[in-house]
């Protein structure tokens, strides 16, 4: 019985996402360094940012956020040659804006998503995270600061802090 629930929730939600998916969202290809504990090593990122929608009367805007995630591994030497997993993580949320289309402002954005990831470092202990985002999007370009951390809530967990560049289309 069990396994007729999984088949139909996952057809739900790869409706929901191709439903979402014909909206036009807009993909971010990005890439950039990361840095924890001394070290820093390679990420990439591929982001879907889908329709915004105003938040009441407010001047203040959030629209639906996908990405999917690579942190490069990297050899620790101070802590005995450990060398850390290659991550790679899937994370959905919501990116906010202030202000209208006119508005200088209205580039500037903070991402909040929940992510699960596939391994385990120094810097991220736990199979989940929060990340959190700022950064600025414009046409086909978009530029962050990304953190990534467990809260404290699952162990200890340093973190990943990255800053990327990307490229950007709209479907």
């Known amino acids: 019985m069990r396994s007729p629930l999984c088949r139909s929730i996952a057809a739900l939600a790869l409706l929901g996402f191709s439903a979402a998916a014909l ?7 990005e890439g950039g360094r990361s840095y924890s504990d001394g070290y820093w090593t390679t990420t990439g ?12 009367d ?9 990405s999917l995630g690579y942190i490069d591994g990297r050899s620790v030497t101070r ?18 804006r202030m ?15 929940v992510a699960a990831q596939t391994g385990r470092t120094l810097a991220l202990s736990s199979a989940g995270e929060f990340v959190n985002s700022v950064g600025w999007q414009g046409g086909h370009w978009t530029f962050q600061v990304r953190h990534l ?6 162990g200890a967990n340093r973190g990943e802090t990255m800053a990327s560049v990307g490229v950007a289309f709209d479907l």
């Not at 990122?45 to 009441?56: C, D, L, M, S, T």
């Not at 802590?79 to 906010?96: I, P, T």
């Not at 508005?103 to 500037?108: I, K, N, Q, S, T």
């Open 79 to 96: 802590y005995g040659n450990q060398v850390s997993d290659n991550l790679w993580l899937a994370a959905g949320g919501a990116r906010f």
């Open 58 to 66: 407010t001047r203040f805007s959030w629209a639906p956020d996908v």
């Open 23 to 29: 909206a036009g969202p807009r993909i971010e290809i």
């Open 99 to 113: 202000g209208g289309g006119g508005d200088w402002y209205h580039h500037l954005f903070w991402t909040a998503q």
């Open 149 to 154: 951390s467990n809260a404290g809530l699952d």
């Open 45 to 56: 990122f591929v982001e879907a940012v889908f329709n915004e929608h105003r938040i009441g």
